[in-house]
């Protein structure tokens, strides 16, 4: 059984699954607060997908949510071929909710009340929204996307093992995980610095060995816990 969960709860299906109601979460968010005409920061990870598709003179609004939906249901169809059923074990997606809220925990313990997303902070309703879709945007563009780019890269450029490659990409990522976080109000400081970056490589230790679904939980639940311990 552990062997089946450790396999399932890695696979990109299963992480879609469980992220999918922090999808969910902050897209109402979002809407919900432009509709209501509230004051409101997106997520920065978020502004990033929307401006890189706008700079390809395509509207980029709802860009990181159609690549979301997208990718959803191309996992969903290719799930027959990988796991020959449909069948989602409910019992393991409670399990790796668990999961990633004891490595938030953890987190929680090194870093104390530093945040881990990027964005204005303009209400506490907009904190929570913003810790949401830090979970999924940030380790979507930090450890999902930019961990495997910089990894063939560098195995490519430098002609190094994988392990080294990956090894390098860690540091990378995360040295620019920790200086995304400046882009906005923050002044740097270099406790802060360090801590986020240490929190880089904590995090993209948890996507390479449980995935992107447990990575982006952890990342969401580290945040909110934040937000509950300071307001």
């Known amino acids: 059984m552990f062997s089946d969960y450790y396999f399932k709860s890695k696979s990109l299906f299963y992480s879609l699954l469980v992220t999918l109601p922090l999808f969910i979460i902050y897209e ?8 209501a005409n509230i004051a409101f920061s997106k997520n920065g ?48 997606l409670s399990v790796m909710i668990i999961e990633s809220f004891l490595y938030a925990g953890i987190l929680l313990a090194v870093l104390q009340n530093i945040y881990l997303f990027q964005g204005s902070i303009f209400s506490n309703f907009n ?38 490659s990956l090894a390098l990409s860690i540091i990378v990522s995360s040295v ?3 200086m ?18 240490i929190a880089g490589i904590y995090l993209s230790l ?14 969401a639940f580290y945040d909110l816990f934040v937000i509950f311990r300071l307001t």
């Open 206 to 219: 948890i996507y390479i060995n449980r995935g992107f679904g447990i990575v982006a939980l952890t990342h």
């Open 127 to 164: 904190n929570f929204i913003l810790s949401i879709g830090a979970g999924l945007y940030e380790e979507l563009i930090f450890r999902f996307l930019l961990l495997f780019v910089l990894s063939k890269s560098f195995k490519f450029i430098f002609k190094i093992k994988e392990f080294s």
């Open 45 to 92: 990870a978020d502004v990033l997908i929307e401006e890189f598709i706008n700079m390809l003179g395509l509207n980029g609004y709802y860009a990181a949510s159609s690549i979301f939906l997208t990718v959803f249901f191309l996992i969903l169809f290719s799930q027959r071929k990988n796991f020959k059923t449909f069948d989602i074990s409910l019992k393991y």
């Open 176 to 178: 620019l995980f920790s």
């Open 28 to 35: 109402i968010g979002i809407f919900y607060m432009f509709q």
């Open 180 to 197: 995304f976080h400046y882009i906005g109000l923050e002044s740097f400081t270099p406790v802060s610095f360090t801590m986020r970056f």
